[in-house]
């Protein structure tokens, strides 16, 4: 038998009512919750499980969407099921260093609250992102490259899957450029700023800042960095890493690879939707992937037991 990995998802999955059925029916998934809405000082509860606005708002959603997955995580450990290696996109990779046992909860937490809120004020007029599908990487970098103005890959998700970042006019001309090279769709995403690029420096900054103060323990379980799209084993490297995360590319096709190439054939993904596993099959259609985002779903983990 292969090696088995968690992952978890990104910004964008959220949903309202996510994780209730947790929250119900386990007092550890309850500790979680209560847990993160001490740490970030804020009412996680209240914008997970009910109808607002907030929970689409970048400072709110990273919070909101941290305490789902460790909580829907905490289910899954109190099985027995324990990872060879894990890795998150995005804020996904917070998830990633609670199985990695880097941080303790309440750190990651605080930080993850800060980083949604540094990220949301960070975000300058004029910003865009675009998803590219059916185009290669190497011809997206170098349009991009050849473009005037700030864009640059955000994303590479999957095969045929991209997504860029940057200043207004310059992902509009790229994505021009792009659909021009043969790429089969060029879609303008609907959010609130131009994640992973140079125009969130001023993020990564303050994170770095809130990072300062955080104890970093020795790494039980290695995760993929998405900015390396490499194993991180040295506690050394971590708080780098997460700085640099905010501002830099998510080469999530890579660490797929990067997991492949260790053995692993069976991914359990955790926490709403199934955009990682749709990414994973496209990067490697033999994987086997499991979807934990119900209390029910637990069900499926007996055939890894």
Same mark, same amino acid.
Do not use: W
């Given at each position: 038998?292969?090696?088995?990995?968690?992952?978890?998802?990104?910004?964008?999955?959220?949903?309202?009512?996510?994780?209730?059925?947790?929250?119900?029916?386990?007092?550890?998934?309850?500790?979680?919750?209560?847990?993160?809405?001490?740490?970030?000082?804020?009412?996680?509860?209240?914008?997970?499980?009910?109808?607002?606005?907030?929970?689409?708002?970048?400072?709110?959603?990273?919070?909101?969407?941290?305490?789902?997955?460790?909580?829907?995580?905490?289910?899954?450990?109190?099985?027995?099921?324990?990872?060879?290696?894990?890795?998150?996109? +995005?804020?996904? =990779?917070? $998830?990633? *260093?609670?199985?990695?046992? /880097?941080?303790?909860? #309440?750190?990651?937490?605080?930080? %993850? &609250?800060?980083?949604?809120?540094?990220?949301?004020?960070?975000?300058?007029?004029?910003?865009?992102?675009?998803?590219?599908?059916?185009?290669?990487?190497?011809?997206?970098?170098?349009?991009?490259?050849?473009?005037?103005?700030?864009?640059?890959?955000?994303?590479?998700?999957?095969?045929?899957?991209?997504?860029? +970042?940057?200043? =207004?006019? $310059?992902? *509009?001309?790229?994505?021009? /450029?792009?659909?021009? #090279?043969?790429?089969?769709?060029? %879609? &303008?995403?609907?959010?609130?700023?131009?994640?992973?690029?140079?125009?969130?420096?001023?993020?990564?900054?303050?994170?770095?800042?809130?990072?300062?103060?955080?104890?970093?323990?020795?790494?039980?379980?290695?995760?993929?960095?998405?900015?390396?799209?490499?194993?991180?084993?040295?506690?050394?490297?971590?708080?780098?890493?997460?700085?640099?995360?905010?501002?830099?590319?998510?080469?999530?096709?890579?660490?797929?690879?990067?997991?492949?190439?260790?053995?692993?054939?069976?991914?359990?993904?955790?926490?709403?939707?199934?955009?990682?596993?749709?990414?994973?099959?496209?990067?490697?259609?033999?994987?086997?992937?499991?979807?934990?985002?119900?209390?029910?779903?637990?069900?499926?983990?007996?055939?890894?037991?």
């Amino acid at each position: 038998m292969g090696k088995l990995a968690f992952v978890f998802p990104g910004q964008g999955v959220q949903t309202p009512k996510m994780g209730k059925d947790f929250y119900e029916q386990s007092e550890d998934a309850r500790r979680i919750y209560q847990l993160a809405s001490k740490a970030a000082k804020l009412d996680v509860e209240e914008i997970c499980f009910t109808e607002n606005e907030r929970l689409h708002i970048t400072e709110y959603t990273q919070i909101a969407l941290l305490a789902t997955e460790v909580a829907m995580l905490t289910e899954v450990r109190n099985r027995g099921i324990r990872p060879d290696v894990c890795a998150g996109l +995005s804020l996904g =990779e917070y $998830a990633a *260093l609670a199985v990695s046992g /880097a941080m303790e909860y #309440a750190d990651l937490f605080e930080v %993850i &609250r800060k980083r949604g809120k540094y990220m949301q004020e960070a975000c300058p007029e004029g910003g865009a992102m675009m998803a590219i599908l059916g185009q290669d990487v190497e011809n997206v970098e170098k349009i991009c490259e050849d473009t005037d103005g700030i864009v640059c890959i955000a994303n590479d998700n999957c095969p045929g899957q991209i997504v860029i +970042s940057g200043e =207004e006019e $310059a992902v *509009l001309s790229a994505g021009k /450029a792009i659909s021009a #090279a043969g790429a089969k769709r060029c %879609i &303008r995403l609907n959010v609130s700023g131009p994640f992973h690029s140079p125009l969130l420096s001023g993020a990564s900054d303050r994170l770095r800042e809130a990072l300062a103060g955080k104890e970093i323990r020795g790494i039980e379980i290695p995760y993929v960095s998405n900015t390396t799209a490499g194993l991180v084993t040295d506690p050394g490297d971590v708080k780098e890493l997460l700085i640099r995360q905010v501002a830099s590319s998510v080469r999530f096709r890579e660490s797929i690879l990067t997991m492949k190439e260790m053995g692993v054939d069976t991914f359990v993904e955790i926490g709403p939707g199934k955009t990682v596993a749709g990414f994973i099959k496209r990067t490697d259609k033999e994987s086997r992937v499991i979807n934990i985002e119900t209390y029910e779903d637990l069900e499926k983990l007996k055939e890894l037991q």
